[in-house]
C-alpha cells in the first residue's frame, strides 16, 4: 500500500511537471513585430544588446534542456504506470542525462552581462539539478528504491520554476530573440 502511495504521489508531480513543460514549449510565438513589447511589463526595460546576445545564445541551451525535461518526465510516468520494465528506465534515461551535461557544459560557457549574472547562476544550477535528477532515475532503473523519484522529481520542479522565470525574463512569450 505504501509503494502505491509513493508511486502514486511520483506519478502526480511527474504529470505536473510535464504539463508545465509542455505548457511551455507549446506556446505559440506571437509576432515578431509586436510580441516583445506585448508581453514586457510596463516597468521593465527592454533588454540591452549584450542581454540580448546573452538570450540569443542561451536559447540554444534553453531549448535543449526544455526538450530533454519532457523526456525525463515521460520516462518516469512510463515506469510509475508500468509501461517499462525497471531496467528499461535507465536505458532511456541514460541520453538525457548526457545531454543535460551537454547543457550545463554549454550554459556554463556562456559570458552572461553583469546585469545577468545572477539569472545565469540560478539557471545553470536549474540544467545541473536536472542532470542529478536524471542519475538519481537511472539509479532506480538499476534496482534502487523507488522513494528516489520523490527526491528527483522535487528537484525537477524547482528546475522547471527556474526555466519559466528565467524564460519569461528573457523570452516573453517564448520567442526565439532576434
Known amino acids: 500500500m ?17 504539463i508545465a513543460t509542455l505548457q511551455e514549449a507549446r ?5 515578431e513585430s509586436t510580441a516583445a513589447a ?7 526595460p527592454p533588454l540591452t ?12 541551451v534553453h531549448d535543449q534542456v526544455r526538450t530533454q525535461a519532457v523526456r525525463m518526465s515521460f520516462v518516469g510516468l512510463s515506469f510509475i504506470m508500468g509501461d517499462i520494465p525497471r531496467s528499461e528506465v535507465a536505458i532511456r534515461i541514460a541520453p538525457v542525462t548526457k545531454a543535460f551535461h551537454a547543457a550545463a557544459s554549454d550554459a556554463a560557457a556562456l559570458t552572461p552581462p553583469e546585469s545577468l549574472r545572477a539569472t545565469h547562476s ?5 540544467v545541473r539539478d536536472y542532470e ?21 522529481q522535487a528537484s525537477t520542479a524547482r528546475s522547471a520554476t527556474t526555466l519559466l522565470k528565467v524564460g519569461e525574463m ?6 526565439k530573440p532576434n
Open 2 to 18: 505504501k509503494k502505491v502511495g509513493i508511486a502514486v504521489a511520483v506519478l502526480a508531480l511527474i504529470v505536473l511537471a510535464a
Open 27 to 31: 506556446r505559440g510565438a506571437p509576432p
Open 38 to 44: 506585448a508581453t514586457i511589463p510596463p516597468d521593465r
Open 49 to 60: 544588446a549584450d542581454e540580448e546576445r546573452y538570450a540569443h545564445d542561451l536559447w540554444k
Open 122 to 126: 540560478e539557471y545553470l544550477k536549474a
Open 132 to 152: 542529478a535528477a536524471s542519475i538519481e532515475m537511472a539509479k532506480v532503473g538499476k534496482g534502487a528504491a523507488e522513494e528516489r523519484l520523490l527526491g528527483a
Open 170 to 175: 528573457l523570452w516573453p512569450g517564448e520567442h
